[in-house]
């Protein structure tokens, strides 16, 4: 399987500028309320018209989720949103997330808002080479929000409440133009593979002097989660790739045909043709973007001598793909090695979850 990834690798680098010019079906949209100012011919907008003062009226959120089906991407500038109205705005798209805290205890003052900065419980700039500052260098990896959960997420809302002078932006890859770009030959062989997601594989990757080896309790709280890696994008009509440095293993392949295949379909999507970059401008400046079908890193900033408080939502996503495809697997497919032995042998798991109950939560 893959034997040849050597060649496939130097395929695709052939086929880069060809695929530059696939473009994704784009859907068209009724002018509506909202204006969207494109960041990039296909990917990316930043929207304005919203009266971020009151709860939105549903037609703005339809218009919204049909915006962001079609850009992926979507800056709001000077929301003026605080932990409260932030975490309200959220839930209309659905359950929210409580966010784990895991080697970074929680600052902001909701359960639903997860810490994305570099500043402690004390407010103060996490110290260099704490765990907690190895922990978030996972970030600067290219990955997609909760794919090493089992339910997985949809929209990530992430929103300004200190910036640095300099740095510190996000960048952005469009995995349905990403998945568009590949070589058939490519696309056909991984339709129905199935990828293991676990966040101590990028905590790993990014800092392999303290993520060698993840501690029995970091590997209880947060083990693999398995989807597809070709997925059908919330648009309905997009096929999109599905993966994220998080992406330990393909299943049913060898190490290190697994490992090469990841990295083949990392690297292309990595191009710069597929991504745009967002500054943050100002404080209360939010950017929601789509899981499903993006990926995103942080880029660097001086973290020992600036702050950076972000604060980010995250929703749970109750489409199709919801919960992967962990029901259909066997216990011997779920990687002893990597503690997915404790997460499945527990009686109940996501996939048993209501519409109803996902939305109650
Ligand atoms: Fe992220």
């Not at 392949?253 to 292309?268: P, R, W």
């Not at 990597?338 to 109950?357: L, R, Y």
Request: proline share 6%; net charge positive; with cysteine.
């Amino acid at each position: 399987m893959f034997s040849s990834s050597r060649q496939t690798l130097k395929y695709l680098h052939h086929v880069s500028a060809s695929s530059t010019q696939a473009k994704r079906h784009l859907a068209s949209i009724a002018p509506g309320i909202l204006q969207a100012k494109p960041l990039s011919p296909s990917f990316g907008a930043e929207v304005d018209g919203i009266d971020w003062s009151r709860p939105l009226a549903p037609e703005v959120v339809r218009e919204i989720v049909q915006l962001q089906n079609k850009w992926g991407v979507l800056v709001f500038r000077t929301t003026g949103l605080t932990d409260t109205t932030h975490v309200q705005y959220s839930k209309n798209f659905g359950a929210l997330e409580t966010a784990h805290a895991m080697n970074k205890p929680r600052r902001a003052s909701l359960p639903q808002l997860y810490d994305a900065g570099n500043l402690g419980p004390d407010d103060k700039i996490i110290p260099q080479f704490s765990r907690a500052w190895w922990h978030t260098k996972g970030n600067g990896l290219w990955h997609t929000d909760s794919s090493f959960h089992q339910h997985r997420s949809s929209y990530s809302a992430l929103r300004a409440v200190e910036l640095p002078p300099v740095g510190g932006q996000t960048k952005y890859a469009d995995m349905r133009a990403a998945y568009l770009g590949l070589p058939n030959d490519i696309k056909e062989r991984i339709e129905n593979l199935v990828a293991e997601h676990w966040i101590w594989h990028s905590r790993k990757l990014a800092a392999p002097q303290e993520f060698d080896k993840p501690t029995d309790g970091e590997k209880a709280t947060l083990p693999p989660a398995y989807h597809k890696l070709v997925q059908i994008a919330p648009d309905g009509i997009n096929k999109t790739l599905y993966i994220a440095s998080h992406a330990r293993r393909i299943l049913g392949m060898a190490d290190s045909e697994s490992t090469s295949l990841i990295k083949i379909l990392l690297d292309h999507a990595q191009q710069p043709q597929y991504q745009v970059t967002v500054k943050w401008k100002n404080v209360g400046d939010l950017v929601q973007w789509d899981n499903r079908c993006t990926m995103h890193r942080a880029t660097a900033f001086q973290d020992q001598s600036n702050r950076r408080d972000m604060r980010r939502t995250t929703i749970h996503d109750h489409g199709p793909g919801a919960f992967g495809v962990k029901n259909l697997l066997s216990a011997d497919d779920i990687d002893i090695r990597a503690g997915g032995k404790i997460d499945i042998s527990e009686g109940a798991t996501p996939e048993t979850q209501t519409q109803e109950q996902i939305l109650a939560m």
